[in-house]
């Protein structure tokens, strides 16, 4: 990382609405350059802190600094250098795509002899400049996020900010999408702030913060996250997972938990593992898998619970509570 | 970075390595007054390329007029004969109708904002390092624009019911009536800043506007009336820009004076008569208030 001052900096940043607490103290660096990304299920806090940081949102206590300027004090020169792609779209479809980034231009005050230059490039990044002459209305989905990407660049932003670029696209897309993040990194000075449920996803930054229930849980590289779980991931299939668990837990002294369906727990070496466990174990083993760690696992090791659990079980009242702050 | 992993291999031929032309880097420089008024002639330009590709809105536009002068103000004007002193009763109503259609395309033009925002586009206005009160003023002023062509159209059917195309005239009733498309625009984008749903504020508009037109002399004199109706046609917005034009109108007519005090009594506050640069400003002021009214409104919204 270049000893640059840091992109964003955040201090005990708090948001509370009423009585819910979506972001409940949270502090991080993120360094001039980086890909930073932002991982946790729906509802834990991303989308606030990112509005937050992006002058959208009032934080409720604590501060937070982007490309240097306080997001509070100073509002617009925060917004004059971030970028912003948000997860639904915010592009006019009755315009071109042209228009549509000359009205961004405008508003933004890019320099008139600038604006052409600058825009056949970014739209040249995405594959767009010869669809600039079509309105955006008749885009796909992937095309509308590929043009809001360009969008976001036109004007030089320091820090550029994705919430959850990639949801909703078909492979290819998010695949492509990934490759200019790539290219931007090697060819902008930019720093790349992103949201991300997607584990996969979650490998490709530099660093990365774990969020859950308004809390930084974790931050660090990962593989420095992946070498902290230094565990192999079983999964087993049995009629009754709530007596394999005490079973385990028993004969084993292993703590295991259901996820996904299946009775789920960690051990240092799986595939020596689980001859051991189809000898000893008394209950009949249906179906059994032993995965390397992944982000997956570090989320949880980190939180109990993997992602998908956690966005379906109990995390609807948050969820609904994220949902109306969005407004 | 060194991300590894297999999406990577099956993104690399997407990029073009071939070919990296060095990065146009741009300067945003800090906010100065040329940039807000970059930003607010960009929000007025959007406006008009908007009602631009809308071919339905434009043919409504067109259509409406007609509708009103030549089937309801030839349909009442049997009804009507009796009282109209031997005037066409079109060439009474045609003040009114220039304002109706004045009237719904500034309200259609503020109404687009609520589709922005239900659509997303609003934010990327929002984010901008501009000011709020650019954006409104940007946004009324196209607003205005469009529904003061819709006044144009309008305007070019004077002959048809037996107005005169004198320039004076015409100048006089366009100023007055652009004044009135920005007041109305700046209204509805009074509401539309607080309003989330299209269903909601297109409700809310019929509840407003069916009155104020109905209250405003744009279908009748206004002299004479019930005490209530009176009082209520003093308070309606709407009456300051119908009288003036029909004022005007009447002036560059050559009929009885009997027609005309029947037909054009003009607006009176406790016998005093109004004169019309008095209701026309009486309209700028009340535009500017709202407009006032509609930026802070969008200031405290996030």
């Given amino acids: 990382m270049p000893v640059t001052a840091p992109a964003v900096t955040v201090l005990d940043l708090v948001k509370s609405y009423g009585e819910v607490e979506a972001v409940r103290g949270i502090d991080f660096e993120v360094g001039s350059g980086e890909v930073f990304g932002f991982l946790g299920p729906n509802g834990a806090g991303k989308s606030t802190t990112i509005n937050m940081l992006c002058t959208l949102v009032r934080p409720s206590g604590g501060r937070a600094e982007v490309a240097g300027h306080d997001v509070v004090s100073e509002r617009d020169a925060v917004r004059r250098n971030i970028g912003l792609v948000f997860q639904d779209t915010t592009l006019d479809g009755y315009l071109t795509a042209e228009q549509n980034l000359r009205l961004h231009a405008e508003l933004y005050g890019v320099p008139r002899e600038a604006v052409r230059p600058r825009m056949e490039q970014v739209m040249e990044m995405v594959g767009l400049w010869e669809r600039r002459s079509s309105l955006v209305a008749t885009f796909s989905g992937g095309m509308k996020r590929r043009l809001e990407i360009a969008r976001g660049l036109l004007h030089s932003p320091r820090v550029l900010f994705l919430d959850e670029p990639t949801v909703g696209l078909d492979p290819q897309t998010r695949s492509s999408i990934w490759s200019y993040i790539r290219e931007l990194k090697a060819n902008e000075d930019i720093t790349i702030f992103l949201t991300t449920h997607y584990m996969d996803e979650a490998e490709y930054c530099d660093r990365i913060a774990i969020m859950d229930r308004g809390k930084i849980i974790v931050l660090d590289t990962p593989e420095a996250l992946k070498a902290s779980v230094g565990r192999d991931r079983v999964q087993i299939e049995t009629d009754d997972a709530d007596a394999a668990i005490a079973e385990l837990r028993e004969r084993f002294g292993i703590e295991a938990a259901v996820a996904e369906g299946a009775v789920t727990f960690g051990v240092a070496e799986g595939e020596h593992f689980v001859p051991r466990l189809f000898q000893e174990l008394e209950m009949p083993i249906r179906a059994v898998n032993v995965s390397r760690p992944s982000l997956d696992d570090v989320f949880m090791s980190y939180t109990g619970t993997t992602i998908r659990d956690a966005e379906s079980g109990g995390s609807d009242q948050r969820r609904k509570a994220a949902r109306m702050m969005q407004r | ?302």
């Fill in chain 2, 1 to 302: 970075m060194s991300p590894g992993g297999a999406g990577t291999e099956a993104a690399a031929p997407q990029s073009r390595p071939a070919r990296t032309p060095p990065p146009v880097r741009v300067r945003v420089p800090a906010r100065t007054l040329g940039g807000e008024v970059r930003a607010i002639k960009v929000v007025w330009k959007r406006e008009l390329i908007r009602f631009s590709r809308d071919r339905l809105r434009i043919v409504t536009s067109l259509v409406q007029p007609f509708l009103f002068l030549f089937v309801l103000g030839t349909g009442l004007s049997k009804l009507a004969s009796a009282g109209t002193h031997g005037v066409n009763f079109r060439t009474f109503v045609y003040p009114g109708v220039l304002c109706l259609a004045v009237m719904f395309t500034a309200m259609f033009s503020a109404a687009s904002l609520v589709w922005d925002r239900e659509f997303g586009f609003l934010r990327e206005m929002m984010v901008a390092p501009v000011r709020r009160s650019s954006l409104v003023l940007g946004k009324c002023l196209g607003g205005a624009t469009v529904a003061g062509f819709q006044g144009v159209i309008v305007l070019c059917l004077a002959g048809l019911v037996g107005v005169p195309y004198a320039p004076g005239l015409l100048a006089a009733v366009f100023a007055v009536q652009l004044l009135l498309a920005f007041a109305i625009t700046a209204f509805g984008v009074m509401f539309a800043a607080r309003i989330q749903q299209m269903q909601s504020f297109m409700a809310l508009m019929q509840m407003v506007m069916m009155p104020m037109y109905f209250l405003s002399g744009a279908l009748f004199p206004v002299s004479g009336l019930p005490r209530w109706l009176e009082i209520l046609n003093r308070i309606d917005p709407l009456t300051y820009a119908v009288d003036p034009i029909r004022r005007v109108v009447f002036s560059h007519l050559s009929i009885p004076a009997a027609a005309r005090r029947a037909l054009d009594p003009g607006v009176t506050w406790w016998g005093w008569h109004v004169p019309g640069a008095v209701e026309a400003a009486f309209v700028a002021l009340l535009g500017a208030i709202m407009l006032v009214v509609a930026i802070f409104q969008f200031s405290r919204a996030e």
